[in-house]
């Protein structure tokens, strides 16, 4: 017979962490109202009372899931947006260009998860709402140091504003989502690409 092993605790950072790998993962796939909290703590293979120790409700759960998926599109963003000096418009094609990979990868499912949480809780939830808000400005506000490099560099028309051109750029790929979603095709993933890069970006 195989020895029994010593039980070894988890680190406390540890389980949360693996409650809001496994929430985001069910969530991204059936909704935040669709998805029950028995079923992230199954997935996660946690008892019921390690949820509680970590969030007071679904809500503050949902709320720092909201943080855990803009980290998560934020590390894809600054390596972009950092690598590769005097080529920003390049480094913003890149970043989208690996972002339509992944959607690739996906099957055209799924789409942003802090849009989803966007599309489904903002007009319930106040907090919600504030806070995938701050999400998006965060996103966006790193495309704009992007934006803001390349005018200084004369590679964009010197009269678009690097902060409202970030804004319409997130606009336009997050509609961008929203018709992949419902085409089951990455063709308005090009279609954003070649309006964005070889129109409104243009010198």
Same mark, same amino acid.
């Given at each position: 017979m195989f020895k029994k092993?010593?039980? !070894?605790p988890v680190p406390k950072e540890s389980t949360k962490m693996r409650i809001l790998s496994e929430g985001s993962r069910i969530i991204h796939?059936?909704? @935040?109202?669709?998805?029950?909290?028995?079923?992230?703590? &199954?997935? #996660?293979r946690v008892p019921k009372g390690s949820f509680y120790f970590y969030f007071k409700s679904k809500? &503050?759960?949902?709320? $720092?899931? !909201?943080? @855990?998926?803009?980290? *998560?599109?934020? %590390?894809?963003?600054?390596?972009? +947006?950092?690598?590769?000096?005097g080529k920003p418009i390049e480094r913003l094609r890149n970043f989208f260009r690996y972002m339509m990979g992944m959607c690739e990868q996906m099957g055209c499912k799924g789409g942003c998860p802090i849009g989803n949480l966007t599309q489904e809780m903002a007009d319930q939830?106040?907090? *919600?709402?504030?806070?995938?808000?701050?999400?998006?400005? +965060?996103? %966006? %506000? $790193?495309? #704009?140091?992007?934006?803001?490099? #390349?005018?200084?560099? $004369? $590679?964009i028309n010197p009269s678009l504003d690097p902060g409202e051109t970030a &804004? *319409?750029? =997130?606009?336009?790929?997050?509609?961008? =989502?929203?018709? +992949?979603?419902?085409e089951n %095709?990455?063709?308005?993933?090009? !279609? *954003?690409?070649? +309006?964005? @890069?070889?129109g409104l970006l243009k010198p």
């Open positions: 092993q010593p039980v !070894v796939e059936k909704g @935040f109202n669709n998805t029950g909290i028995q079923e992230i703590l &199954d997935a #996660a809500e &503050d759960f949902g709320l $720092q899931l !909201v943080d @855990f998926y803009l980290q *998560f599109i934020l %590390s894809a963003v600054e390596p972009h +947006m950092s690598a590769t000096p939830k106040d907090a *919600f709402r504030i806070k995938v808000n701050q999400a998006l400005g +965060m996103i %966006s %506000s $790193q495309m #704009a140091k992007c934006l803001e490099e #390349a005018r200084n560099l $004369q $590679q &804004d *319409f750029i =997130l606009n336009s790929w997050e509609g961008a =989502l929203l018709r +992949m979603k419902a %095709s990455l063709q308005p993933l090009i !279609v *954003f690409e070649k +309006m964005i @890069f070889e």
